[in-house]
């Protein structure tokens, strides 16, 4: 005959990681013509998730820390690029980046010395212009006395930037005419 049927008892499948991914990307709104801010604290840190093969993330991953770096580009990372694992995240808190130029971009690399490192693909940092200010200010070889000659067209015009904080030319500055008065 037949066997009577005999049952295991609870089990419980264990997600193991296998690999790591950008769960979020840093980002900023105010970053119109890009994904952050130059310059500035990311308004949206990246996450790190520790997964496995089917993309569930194992709660218990807690392996060290986890650390972030600039794996691309000609930007500084700031801000604490390490963090613990919690419950298979990485969860960062004060990262930012500082390019040289508005539109430098830069890919990040998660890794943790046990799963496969990963990066983020390209970001953009976005200098936004917080002054104006005067790159080249009104000349005339002429003047003997001053700057320019009374009632004569300036012989070197006037040129105007937007800026950051840090100086840098923000060179998606578009909201309009710059005027210049007396």
């Not at 963090?83 to 539109?103: I, M």
């Not at 799963?115 to 002429?142: H, I, N």
Request: hydrophobic share 45%; charged share 20%.
């Amino acid at each position: 005959g037949s066997l009577p049927s005999v049952e295991s008892g609870s089990l419980v499948a264990d997600v193991v990681a296998t690999e790591m991914v950008f769960e979020t990307l840093p980002a900023d709104e105010d970053a119109v013509n890009g994904d952050v801010v130059n310059g500035r604290v990311f308004a949206t840190q990246p996450v790190v998730k520790a997964r496995d093969d089917v993309g569930l993330l194992d709660v218990d991953y807690e392996t060290g820390n986890v650390g972030v770096r600039v794996s691309s580009g000609d930007v500084a990372l700031s801000g604490i690029s390490s963090v613990g694992w919690d419950a298979g995240l990485g969860v960062f808190a004060d990262l930012s980046v500082s390019g040289s130029v508005d539109g430098s971009t830069f890919v990040l690399e998660a890794f943790d010395g046990s799963l496969p490192s990963v990066e983020s693909g390209s970001l953009v940092a976005d200098v936004v212009a917080t002054e104006m200010v005067f790159e080249t200010l009104p000349a005339d070889e002429d003047a003997v006395n001053g700057d320019v000659v009374n009632g004569r067209v300036f012989a070197v015009q006037p040129v105007v930037e937007a800026r950051d904080n840090a100086g840098l030319r923000d060179v998606d500055y578009e909201t309009g005419s710059v005027g210049v008065r007396v």
